[in-house]
């Protein structure tokens, strides 16, 4: 490792030493030094730093009195590493710098570097940097005039991200309030954190746990970190354990929040959210976050999450949710209401890797955030399969000491958290882990803060470990970990756990609608809990890391507040349009988003309409809204009764009666239609019809472009549309009729629709499903 160092550092100096020889000034520079070859005749590292320092030619043997700007004394040294860098910074001349790095003990010398606030990372990822004078981030004043709802596990207000220094008065609008409680007193709140309710009735009187804390305070981690992806604001030198150091911000930092406890130690009651959704829609929130969800859909007079957001639609309120856990396997998608925006997950261009290598040479490189003493990286240890130690999946107290102990396991992931595998191999004497994808779980990788040595592998990996386990008389192993990197390829891919279509609630509503990030996402996080969410784990951290669907639905919380300050007048639906219309399916070298269950070409049901682009959505040249009207259309043609309609909408002026409208006819950004396999040439015809606002200015000329699904065939009527201005409405039909090709072994074919005037793409689905 210190020769890796050694060389690292060395390349770097003699990089910037040309650059910097000719000026005899001096600059800061940071010495990575090895303490373990301290002489004993110093008493401290900073004794025998200053002494090394004041070896080197034309070191200023005074520095150690002169005076800071502060007046105090000014020593040798800028900093002095002691945790998870040792060495010290201190300014150098070129020529002392490299004269140090000669030195047996120095590691590395590298001269510090002037760098722009960058996030960590998926703001930055989704293209947000606020440096633009004509950005999302500059025409919305970062969201400073939305108010963001979350339903959730409740907030730590106390935490840096939820400061309100610099923040104007809170909007005048706001009938909320700030309800005291256990732990959580009524002036938590603040101009960032302006009100927070908690509801605890439906869980108390169905779940028998005595253990919540009875108050907004947030007691799981869940809600604080769903916060502050959202809304957090700026803070500096964030990390879990120094993984993914920078500068942690939310989406629309100046957002504000009202926080609504919904849910409690063992899960979130329906009769609780909905009240949650209640008095948020009362207290005048512009944007709902729902971070909450099962598996599969119901109908929609069933579910309680599609009633109350329903509601909120009604009222103007932009509701986004998360698609849900549940993937690879399709119809796993919850959430599925059209007025609610569902949202999948996907990986950004970071990891956290770290290597398994096997004694015969293999290295198979998993992901982990193990922060702790390394296993030594000269010693390979043995290593076992846990099914022949007691149980493959590691579960607690079943792995048999005598034939774990100082062994690094081998588990196979399921029933249990990953973390708590770790847990079960440290108990049973073990000295590190190995969780290994089994079917369908695949290529997908997520990093865990083990407390003992231990990474994550995938299916593949994990099916190649066994098999030298089995075939070797004394299998070994070493994990190496090489914390943080940045600009991975390719990004985005759709996250393996993430929730997949068909809706099953309705095969022509496409869901997910979008996909954002939500893999490995650092963000805030209360000190009663550790990382791990282990009761063993006595760690604490200011951020964690955490994966899920959970995580991609606060990015598009914050991109709709965005969009909300940057356009008030725009509806929900239009808020979605934008969104969908100008989200991508290729990466920047022109390929397909790939899909971690095999990294190969994802589908529809994977990405929805694609991955987010927040700038482009902010400046979208046509969206497709909807009215309340439009969607009670929808349920009509649905076959849904009129009672069935009153549970959703709560209105008894509903008639379904003489309507002809065609569920496909939903005004939505993407087009789905069903086909019944016995359609044959020339038996199958339908005509979708959809209507497009302009909402840029001037006028404006689009054409269209279509990429009809493989058995269809798909035209526009007409080809062109004309615009004079902003607010003008024009109508299109689509015309869909089977070809001459049979359907192939997919029940599903997707194509596409792509109106462009030369600056603006509005880019929609088309979706067939084979029946």
């Not at 940045?486 to 997949?500: D, Q």
Request: proline share 6%; net charge neutral.
């Amino acid at each position: 490792m210190g020769r890796f160092w050694l060389q690292i550092f060395t390349t770097a100096i003699f990089f910037y030493f040309p650059l910097i020889s000719h000026c005899r000034s001096t600059q800061t520079f940071i010495v990575r030094v090895q303490n373990d070859l301290k002489p004993s005749i110093f008493p401290s590292v900073e004794a025998w730093y200053g002494a090394t320092l004041r070896t080197l030619t034309s070191y200023p043997l005074d520095s150690l009195e002169s005076k800071n700007s502060n007046g105090g004394k000014q020593t040798d040294f800028l900093h002095v590493y002691r945790t998870v860098f040792h060495g010290f910074s201190a300014r150098l001349s070129a020529e002392q710098a490299q004269e140090l790095s000669r030195r047996p003990e120095i590691l590395g010398v590298v001269p510090d570097r002037v760098r722009h606030i960058q996030t960590t990372r998926s703001p930055l990822f989704l293209g947000l940097t606020g440096n633009s004078p004509t950005g999302l981030i500059t025409e919305s004043d970062s969201g400073s005039d939305v108010i963001i709802g979350l339903l959730d596990t409740g907030i730590s207000p106390e935490r840096r991200s939820f400061h309100d220094v610099g923040l104007g008065p809170v909007p005048a609008r706001w009938k909320g309030e700030c309800i005291g409680g256990d732990k959580f007193v009524k002036t938590s709140c603040n101009k960032k954190v302006i009100g927070a309710r908690y509801f605890p009735a439906g869980y108390d009187a169905g779940v028998a746990d005595s253990s919540n804390v009875l108050s907004p305070r947030d007691s799981n981690g869940h809600g604080t970190h769903t916060a502050s992806t959202a809304a957090g604001r700026e803070v500096a030198n964030a990390s879990l354990f120094g993984f993914a150091a920078g500068v942690a911000v939310g989406i629309a930092p100046k957002a504000r929040i009202a926080v609504y406890k919904v849910c409690w130690e063992v899960g979130c009651l329906d009769s609780d959210i909905l009240a949650g959704f209640d008095k948020a829609v009362e207290d005048g929130v512009d944007v709902i976050s729902l971070s909450v969800g099962g598996q599969g859909s119901a109908p929609y007079n069933f579910d309680p999450i599609a009633i109350g957001s329903f509601g909120a639609m009604v009222r103007g309120i932009f509701v986004s949710a998360s698609a849900g856990n549940s993937g690879p396997d399709d119809m796993t998608v919850a959430n599925v209401a059209p007025w609610i925006t569902t949202v999948g997950a996907s990986t950004i261009d970071r990891k956290f890797p770290a290597d398994l290598i096997l004694a015969d040479g293999t290295v198979i490189t998993g992901s982990s955030l193990y922060a702790g003493k390394p296993l030594n990286g000269k010693t390979y240890l043995p290593l076992i399969y846990a099914m022949n130690a007691g149980s493959a999946l590691c579960m607690p107290g079943t792995l048999e000491e005598k034939l774990v102990r100082g062994k690094i396991v081998v588990c196979d992931r399921g029933d249990v958290a990953r973390v708590a595998k770790g847990l079960a191999v440290r108990e049973a004497g073990g000295v590190g882990v190995v969780v290994a994808n089994v079917a369908p779980e695949g290529e997908g990788l997520l990093a865990d803060p083990h407390l003992i040595p231990g990474l994550m592998i995938t299916e593949s990996a994990g099916n190649k470990v066994r098999d030298y386990i089995s075939r070797s008389k004394d299998p070994r192993a070493i994990i190496v970990p090489h914390g943080t990197r940045l600009g991975v390829k390719p990004a985005p891919v759709v996250a393996l756990f993430s929730s997949r279509g068909p809706n099953g609630a309705s095969s022509y509503v496409l869901k997910p609608d979008v996909i954002a990030p939500g893999v490995d996402i650092l963000a805030a996080w209360p000190d009663t809990v550790s990382p791990s969410e282990l009761p063993e784990d006595a760690r604490r951290s200011e951020f964690n890391i955490l994966s899920g669907t959970s995580m991609s639905c606060p990015h598009v919380s914050g991109l709709a507040a965005l969009l909300k300050g940057a356009h008030r007048d725009w509806s929900p639906a239009m808020i979605r349009s934008a969104l969908m219309t100008t989200a991508y399916t290729v990466d920047g070298n022109g390929k397909p988003l790939l899909d971690e269950r095999d990294y190969r070409a994802s589908n529809v049901w994977g990405i929805g309409a694609g991955h987010v682009d927040p700038e482009k959505a902010a400046d979208p040249g046509l969206v497709y809204d909807l009215t309340v009207n439009d969607y009670l259309d929808f349920l009509c043609s649905s076959n849904y009764s009129v009672a069935d309609i009153n549970q959703i909408t709560n209105n008894k002026s509903v008639s379904c009666k003489g309507k002809k409208f065609t569920p496909w006819e939903l005004n939505y950004p993407a087009i789905s239609v069903a086909v019944s396999m016995s359609s044959r040439l020339p038996k199958f015809q339908v005509a979708v019809t959809r209507t497009v606002t302009q909402v840029s200015n001037g006028a404006s000329s689009y054409v269209v472009t279509v990429t009809s699904p493989r058995s269809v065939n798909a035209t526009v009527d007409p080809p062109k549309m004309e615009f004079k201005g902003k607010g003008e409405k024009k109508s299109y039909v689509v015309r869909i009729s089977t070809a001459n090709n049979p359907p192939g072994n997919s029940i599903t074919e997707a194509g596409k629709l792509t109106w462009t005037d030369g600056k603006h793409k509005v880019t929609s689905p088309i979706v067939v499903v084979w029946q």
